[in-house]
């Protein structure tokens, strides 16, 4: 008799457990999404969109010219602002057949519509990568999309063959491939 006691006493006791620990997670996750939802509905306000995983495509006679992928982007139609998060935009030669640049960044103003575009980035430096491996490095570039032309005014960092090139300023017409840094120009050479 004593063991059925025994064995009832551990029977409620797993139970009553079992109950408190489906409480405690119903409970978390109620609150956890009510915190999702009041975050996500204060970061919408005043956007036409809120968009996860933005892709906008420039294209011409069905070739790209060029795609904006962003992490997250707030849509605002009466402006034709896209503030982008995450940025990630391909720039393609005048054919539109190969890929010549690649920039990132963390953060990204688009203008839906003239197509030029501003990416800034605060923590890290945007960079521009080409398909030949040289890098530019800086705080903010911006995209004329009537010129296809790039430009920033703030500090810039080349690197690639073992140059690395300072300056201040740069502007590049991306379909004729050059560049140039408009101020406070300085090279080094490192030997391999």
């Not at 070739?63 to 990630?88: G, I, M, R």
């Not at 703030?154 to 300072?166: A, E, N, S």
Request: aromatic content about 8%; charged content about 20%.
């Amino acid at each position: 008799m004593q063991f059925y006691g025994i064995r009832s006493l551990l029977t409620l006791t797993v139970l009553g457990l079992a109950v408190f620990i489906g409480h405690r997670v119903v409970t978390h996750m109620q609150i956890r999404s009510q915190e999702i939802t009041s975050v996500t509905l204060d970061e919408q306000q005043g956007a036409d969109a809120w968009i996860q995983g933005f892709s906008y495509r420039q294209t011409q006679s069905g070739a790209t010219k060029w795609v904006v992928n962003a992490h997250q982007a707030k849509v605002f139609d009466k402006e034709h602002v896209a503030k982008l998060q995450t940025v990630q935009v391909r720039l393609f030669d005048e054919t539109f057949q190969k890929e010549q640049l690649l920039i990132t960044s963390e953060e990204g103003v688009m203008n839906t519509s003239n197509n030029d575009f501003e990416l800034v980035s605060k923590n890290e430096k945007t960079v521009m990568t080409f398909e030949s491996g040289y890098q530019v490095f800086s705080d903010r570039f911006s995209w004329s999309e009537k010129t296809r032309q790039i430009h920033t005014a703030d500090p810039v960092t080349i690197q690639g063959d073992g140059l690395v090139i300072t300056g201040t300023g740069l502007a590049g017409d991306v379909d004729k491939k050059e560049f140039r840094l408009l101020k406070n120009v300085r090279a080094e050479v490192s030997s391999p």
